[in-house]
């Protein structure tokens, strides 16, 4: 039981919108506050792999993607999002889709997407997060480098 709850908590704390070492990678729109971060999979421990059905392996990387909505007192709260997407090279005439699924822990859904990592190449992501169903989609896009630990 002990080992289930350090298993969830890790997964928690990389799903953290807020998380300090992910330098803040967010975009806000209105009021809302689209929070992204791109892992290797081969941080998750085996346990919470194997609780969400996730892939662990040192060519693997895990995208998440929260959002949040700033509250007129402060506060943000959770939102449900939809998020479709590609990821490619710099000149996106290679990108692949990405397939994201639902993740909720606790109250904070999230969508998630496994992809496979290009070593020492940057990575382009175009996405289109949907949280409100009568506006147009979001639009974000950023870039990272992965590296494979062999």
């Given at each position: 039981m002990q080992r289930r709850s350090l298993s969830l908590l890790f997964l928690a704390w990389l799903m953290l919108?807020?998380?300090?070492?992910?330098?803040?990678q967010f975009e806000?729109?209105?009021?809302?506050?689209?929070?992204?971060?791109?892992?290797?999979?081969?941080f998750l421990s085996e346990d919470v792999a194997k609780t969400y059905g996730i892939q662990r392996h040192p060519a693997m990387a895990?995208?998440?993607?929260?959002?949040?909505?700033?509250?007129?007192?402060?506060?943000?709260?959770?939102?449900?999002?939809?998020?479709?997407g590609r990821v490619g090279g710099?000149?996106?005439?290679?990108?692949?889709?990405l397939t994201f699924r639902s993740l909720r822990i606790d109250d904070t859904p999230s969508q998630v997407a496994v992809f496979r990592i290009r070593e020492d190449e940057p990575m382009r992501f175009d996405l289109r997060v949907r949280f409100d169903r009568?506006?147009?989609?979001?639009?974000?896009?950023?870039?990272?480098?992965?590296?494979?630990?062999?």
């Open positions: 919108p807020a998380w300090p070492l992910s330098a803040q806000v729109v209105d009021q809302y506050q689209i929070h992204y971060s791109a892992v290797s999979t081969s895990l995208l998440n993607v929260s959002v949040l909505e700033e509250l007129e007192d402060g506060s943000s709260q959770p939102v449900t999002a939809s998020v479709d710099l000149a996106g005439d290679d990108a692949t889709p009568n506006a147009e989609p979001a639009e974000v896009s950023f870039i990272q480098r992965f590296y494979i630990d062999h």
